[in-house]
T-cell receptor, first 114, second 113 residues
Framework: DGGITQSPKYLFRKEGQNVTLSCEQN?????MYWYRQDPGQGLRLIYY???????QKGDIAEGYSVSREKKESFPLTVTSAQKNPTAFYLC?????????????FGAGSRLTVL | SQQGEEDPQALSIQEGENATMNCSYK?????LQWYRQNSGRGLVHLIL?????REKHSGRLRVTLDTSKKSSSLLITASRAADTASYFC?????????????FGKGTMLLVSP
């Protein structure tokens, strides 16, 4: 079945540590996205990528980094520079240039800083 | 920046009743979408309405769009307990080729048996 796989589902981090969240898709989608969700809040865009080896900052990119070396993969690194990293992280993908940007989401990764 | 704002923040109804959620936004859009999120899970796309459309149906879902008022509504008819979830509107207002969605804060819907 085609879909988006995020791992790990739960992650605990000590302050000062970098962590990387994995996102893999087998939908052959061109575009991939990372959103952050805080309790009772909507989704806020961290980074997105329309094609391999290219990505753009979203609304809250500070303290995060990404790479897009393969079409299928878009890992997100939460660095120690992110002051409040505890949140639910959602990866999504879509067909670029389709005229209607419908997102397919993964199941999410919940990061807790101890 | 938050584009869409849903109203109400929370809604509690009985099975069989209709549920109506509203979304207001600030700038012109290409299209508006509604997504559903079960607790602790990813979002699932429900329906998309383009800026030149006024109403759209999909099963028990009915979406309206009023671009003059910059608002949309999602109606779920004959609600079921399985409809319990959070519902988000998302607006697409970016140029073609640089499309991203902006999500609202969502409406939490509780449908009691």
């Amino acid at each position: 079945d085609g879909g988006i796989t995020q791992s790990p589902k739960y992650l605990f981090r000590k302050e000062g540590q970098n962590v990387t969240l994995s996102c893999e898709q087998n939908l052959n989608h061109d575009a991939m996205y990372w959103y952050r969700q805080d309790p009772g809040q909507g989704l806020r865009l961290i980074y997105y990528s329309q094609i391999v080896n290219d990505f753009q900052k979203g609304d809250i990119a500070e303290g995060y980094s990404v790479s897009r070396e393969k079409k299928e993969s878009f890992p997100l690194t939460v660095t120690s520079a992110q002051k409040n990293p505890t949140a639910f992280y959602l990866c999504a993908s879509s067909i670029a240039g389709s005229g209607a940007n419908v997102l397919t989401f993964g199941a999410g990764s919940r990061l807790t800083v101890l | 920046s938050q584009q869409g704002e849903e109203d109400p923040q929370a809604l509690s109804i009985q099975e069989g009743e209709n549920a109506t959620m509203n979304c207001s936004y600030k700038t012109s859009i290409n299209n508006l979408q509604w997504y559903r999120q079960n607790s602790g899970r990813g979002l699932v796309h429900l329906i998309l309405i383009r800026s030149n459309e006024r109403e759209k149906h999909s099963g028990r879902l009915r979406v309206t769009l009023d671009t003059s008022k910059k608002s949309s509504s999602l109606l779920i008819t004959a609600s079921r307990a399985a409809d319990t979830a959070s519902y988000f509107c998302a607006t697409d207002n970016t140029p073609p080729g640089y499309s991203t969605l902006t999500f609202g804060k969502g409406t939490m819907l509780l449908v009691s048996p």
